[in-house]
């Protein structure tokens, strides 16, 4: 079964991981950044050894994302990120071919013991089954 694990954040945590600290997150160091980039370079290098890793990709900060919508009338509204009204965002997404539920949650236990500074929010991991089909309903 394919699996979407997503990672959550907010434009103060991207802020944040560039050196500035915010409300919610004190300023990441140089040491921290690595830390973490060396943790999810190792997840990774496992997924994909172990043949679960489909795609993995972390995604940029809200400030550089495009709403594309549409208005009462149907033509489409245009708006530039980030969005005030938004708490959470994806950050980060793993798609990973995995036996069970069981084993792609030990996979988002792990994702869990990243690195990160002191007093940095920790968002929980979301597991998403991937519907393929029919055959794949619960």
């Given amino acids: 079964m394919k699996y979407l694990v997503m990672v959550q954040g907010t434009q103060a945590d991207y802020e944040a991981q560039s050196g500035k600290a915010t409300a919610t997150s004190p300023g990441w ?3 921290d950044l690595q830390a973490m980039f060396a943790f999810m370079g190792a997840l990774n290098d496992d ?3 172990s043949g679960e890793m ?3 990709q972390g995604l940029a900060e809200p400030a550089q994302t495009r709403l594309v919508d ?3 009338d149907g033509r489409p509204v ?7 009204e938004t708490k959470e965002v994806l950050a980060g997404y793993w798609v990973l071919e995995c036996e ?6 030990e996979i988002a ?5 990243c690195p990160i500074p002191e007093g940095a929010p920790n968002y929980p991991v979301v597991i998403r089954q991937i519907m393929g089909g029919p055959d ?3």
């Fill in 29 to 31: 160091s140089e040491k």
């Fill in 47 to 49: 997924l994909a050894e």
């Fill in 54 to 56: 489909v795609d993995g």
């Fill in 70 to 72: 549409v208005d009462k």
């Fill in 78 to 84: 245009i708006t530039d990120g980030p969005y005030g």
């Fill in 100 to 105: 069970s539920l069981d084993r792609v949650t």
């Fill in 109 to 113: 236990k792990r994702i869990q013991t």
């Fill in 136 to 138: 794949d309903a619960c």
